[in-house]
Antibody
Framework: EVQLVESGGGLVQPGGSLRLSCAAS????????MNWVRQAPGKGLEWVSY????????YYADSVKGRFTISRDNAKNSLYLQMNSLRAEDTAVYYC?????????????WGQGTLVTVSS | DIQMTQSPSSLSASVGDRVTITCQAS??????LNWYQQKPGKAPKLLIY???NLETGVPSRFSGSGSGTDFTFTISSLQPEDIATYYC??????????FGGGTKVEIK
């Protein structure tokens, strides 16, 4: 069974940093592209970032470009999101999401999410 | 960026009703369109991929159609457990995945 477990969320002040982690199990992590998707309280889904299976291709949403960094450690079956210069509008539940084996943009599995609150 | 316009934003229907949600892309995305269901407090769940393919284990009352810019998601007979928010998502542009604004489905 595919399992994605996020951690690292919490309360942080504006301008601060936070690192999210996602522990993957139940599949060959190194074979799949991964994404981070977020959802602000009471709002819709917003794609944040994509990383290919080998980390050779990385994309970011314009709203986080230059502030967030996605990475992965295939030896540890883990996905990360380093978030710097955080703003109030970054407050959201952050989901780790696995792509389909063939179609990288097809998000097939989701973690339960971790809440990030940016507030003074 | 490819914009996804989903409508309606909310709807109320009776158990057994046929429910239809539409999603329009700002440019041709072929059939690179997925539909997700999100129940309150839960993560989204993939229901339909590539516009019309039912994900394994998803009830057959859910279906999708369309290609190009216009897509439709249908629940043939609404059930109480279908209360959720539904999102479309395009992946024609992998460098900028985008979701529709969501449709909240309630029971009348």
């Amino acid at each position: 069974e595919v399992q994605l477990v996020e951690s690292g969320g919490g309360l942080v002040q504006p301008g601060g940093s936070l690192r999210l982690s996602c522990a993957a199990s139940g599949f060959t992590f190194s074979s799949y592209s991964m994404n981070w998707v977020r959802q602000a309280p009471g709002k819709g889904l917003e794609w944040v970032s994509y990383i290919s299976s080998s980390s050779s291709t990385i994309y970011y949403a314009d709203s986080v470009k230059g502030r967030f960094t996605i990475s992965r450690d295939n030896a540890k079956n883990s996905l990360y999101l380093q978030m710097n210069s955080l703003r109030a509008e970054d407050t959201a539940v952050y989901y780790c999401a696995r792509a389909n084996s063939i179609a990288d943009g097809l998000i097939q599995h989701w973690g339960q999410g971790t809440l990030v609150t940016v507030s003074s | 960026d490819i914009q996804m316009t989903q409508s309606p934003s909310s709807l109320s229907a009776s158990v057994g009703d046929r429910v239809t949600i539409t999603c329009q892309a700002s440019q041709d995305i072929s059939n690179y369109l997925n539909w997700y269901q999100q129940k309150p407090g839960k993560a989204p769940k993939l229901l339909i991929y590539d516009a019309s393919n039912l994900e394994t284990g998803v009830p057959s009352r859910f279906s999708g159609s369309g290609s190009g810019t216009d897509f439709t998601f249908t629940i043939s007979s609404l059930q109480p457990e279908d209360i959720a928010t539904y999102y479309c998502q395009q992946y024609d542009n992998l460098s900028m995945l985008t979701f529709g604004g969501g449709t909240k489905v309630e029971i009348k």
